[in-house]
Nanobody, 117 residues
Framework: QVQLVESGGGLVQAGGSLRLSCAAS????????RGWYRQAPGKQRELVAI???????NYADSVKGRFTISGDNAKNTVYLQMNSLKPEDTAVYYC???????????WGQGTQVTVSS
């Protein structure tokens, strides 16, 4: 099993910044994709950003140029730096980890991000 613990959510005004962290522990060997997803009230969970072992990244169009995903392998932690936040970024943000070889996917408990206008 893999445990993912998110932190860093909160309330911020539009235009502000937050940094989310996701620390992984447990059977993390072979985890090769880490990502952030979000779910707003009444909406489906959507991809925000992913980072693949080797460092390649991918972002949702809605956050390109504003959000940056990065990883610290020594700490088994992935970060999501969110700048120029908008009210539409308000959601619960979930950390995800995938081991593609056996198609296992793990989720954190989620952290609330609220952007006020």
């Amino acid at each position: 099993q893999v445990q993912l613990v998110e932190s860093g959510g909160g309330l911020v005004q539009a235009g502000g910044s937050l940094r989310l962290s996701c620390a992984a522990s447990g059977s993390i060997f072979g985890i090769d994709v880490r990502g952030w997803y979000r779910q707003a009230p009444g909406k489906q969970r959507e991809l925000v950003a992913i980072i693949i072992s080797g460092g390649s990244t991918n972002y949702a169009d809605s956050v390109k140029g504003r959000f940056t995903i990065s990883g610290d392998n020594a700490k088994n932690t992935v970060y999501l730096q969110m700048n120029s936040l908008k009210p539409e970024d308000t959601a619960v943000y979930y950390c995800n980890a995938v081991r593609r070889v056996d198609r296992l996917s793990y989720w954190g408990q989620g952290t609330q991000v609220t952007v006020s206008s």
